[in-house]
Nanobody
Framework: QAQLVESGGGSVQAGGSLRLSCAASGYMNYCMGWFRQAPGKERDGVATIDVDGTTTYADSVKGRFTISKDKDKSTVYLQMNSLKPEDTAMYFC???????????????????WGQGTQVTVSS
């Protein structure tokens, strides 16, 4: 079973930027998503990108985050700008195998997950 491997997390001040990467060899023909989970909270969808490149975003990140993919590198990215302390969470890359399309942005539709990368935003 192919793995998903996230990287790029770290600690930044509010207003800063980070770019997360997800090595996703074997998953470029599926819907891919980024999710996040803060301590004591549920895992929430952040952004998804479908096979045809269609993207969706959670309202909380619209205009600040951009999801993209590079098929040649089998990598999915999440560019995060204007970061806020409330963006602090573990960020996970995921793929949905059993369902067509990315909607809805529900973690239960995604069966392949990476180990996560921590993002910490200080005020």
């Amino acid at each position: 079973q192919a793995q998903l491997v996230e990287s790029g997390g770290g600690s930044v001040q509010a207003g800063g930027s980070l770019r997360l990467s997800c090595a996703a060899s074997g998953y470029m023909n599926y819907c891919m998503g980024w999710f996040r989970q803060a301590p004591g909270k549920e895992r929430d969808g952040v952004a998804t990108i479908d096979v045809d490149g269609t993207t969706t975003y959670a309202d909380s990140v619209k205009g600040r985050f951009t999801i993209s993919k590079d098929k040649d590198k089998s990598t999915v990215y999440l560019q995060m700008n204007s970061l806020k302390p409330e963006d602090t969470a573990m960020y996970f890359c995921a793929a949905t195998i059993e369902f067509q399309g990315c909607a809805p942005m529900n973690p239960t539709r995604y069966s392949r997950w990476g180990q996560g990368t921590q993002v910490t935003v200080s005020s």
